[in-house]
């Protein structure tokens, strides 16, 4: 039956010619034929396969007639796991690593795995397929000659809006993940501190009910709230456009020349933010951290 569970052998087996490899394989983000030829082979041809969710991955295998074993390999049990399966690939067992949906370590455990294996000179091979990130980038019509993964943004709006607001001057395309559930607030946060930038909210990739919602920012927030979207979210916004990134960086320039003080009652008034968080920014556009940025402004006064 496919996606047995893994048992480990009472003796070690030989050991294979060259030693074990590690496969990282990805698999489909929602449509089960989103996978390569080169990937079913592989899986089918390990020792073993290492998965977040052994349902997920069982579906995946039956799909196909693979009856590999699997491993349980998550973040709560990757830290314990890891030296098993390091123990089996340095007997020369050969196994797969994969996720849930998507290219392996990518907002998803393996990394710990991947390096510990690494540093031990097993073989680390990619068997690359789907992304998240890729889909959602090509099928937005943003530009995506340059972009920036960023993950996910924190769950905590005070940590997520620090997030936000240390991507204000970037100038390429952004890529987030975000729960579905948090959509809402993390657009709303993403208006307010990025600005109007185009973007692209992508819903169930490859899947039955894919959507693409495109606007600002402040469209897409707008939009956003009166709804409670469900399923797997790529977020891609555009970089800012022209004039707007000209008006910034003219901003910064200009405020260069002001007493740290006054730049700090500047963003007050200017942008209703507190006073934490514009001692924070008028740091951040000096160069100098908080506790430095606190320490002139005592001096100042």
């Given amino acids: 039956m496919a996606g047995r569970k893994f048992n480990p052998p009472s003796a070690p087996p030989v050991p294979a010619a060259g030693g074990g490899s590690l ?133 905590r709006s005070a940590e997520r809006r620090r997030a936000l607001d240390r991507l204000r001057t970037e100038p390429r395309t952004i890529v987030l993940f975000e729960a579905p559930h948090r959509l809402a607030a993390s657009l709303a946060d993403a208006a307010e501190i990025l600005g109007p930038r185009p973007a692209v909210v992508g819903r169930e990739i490859t899947k039955i009910f894919e959507e693409f919602r495109r606007g600002t920012l402040v469209e897409l927030a707008e939009s956003i709230r009166s709804i409670k979207p469900r399923g797997e979210i790529t977020l891609v916004i555009g970089p800012p456009a022209q004039e707007t990134a000209e008006s910034v960086s003219c901003s910064t320039r200009e405020s260069a020349g002001l007493p740290l003080s006054a730049r700090v009652a500047q963003l007050i008034e200017s942008e209703g933010i507190s006073r934490n968080a514009a001692l924070k920014r008028a740091a951040r556009e000096r160069g100098i951290t908080r506790r430095v940025a606190y320490r002139r402004l005592l001096e100042e006064r």
Wanted: charge should be negative.
């Fill in 23 to 155: 496969y990282l394989v990805a698999t489909p983000i929602g449509n089960l034929e989103d996978i390569t030829l080169r990937a079913l082979r592989i899986l089918r041809e390990v020792r073993w396969i290492a998965c977040e969710d052994t349902r997920r991955t069982t579906s995946l295998l039956q799909r196909h007639g693979i009856e590999s074993p699997l491993i349980s390999y998550h973040e709560h049990n990757e830290r314990q796991r890891t030296p098993e399966l390091l123990a089996a690939l340095e007997r020369g067992e050969s196994g797969a690593l994969v996720t849930d949906a998507g290219t392996p370590l990518v907002s998803d455990p393996g990394f710990r795995l991947v390096s510990a294996a690494i540093a031990h000179g097993i073989r680390v091979v990619p068997v690359p397929g789907c992304s998240a990130v890729l889909a959602a980038l090509a099928a937005s019509g943003l530009p995506c000659d340059e972009f920036l993964f960023a993950g996910f943004l924190p769950a």
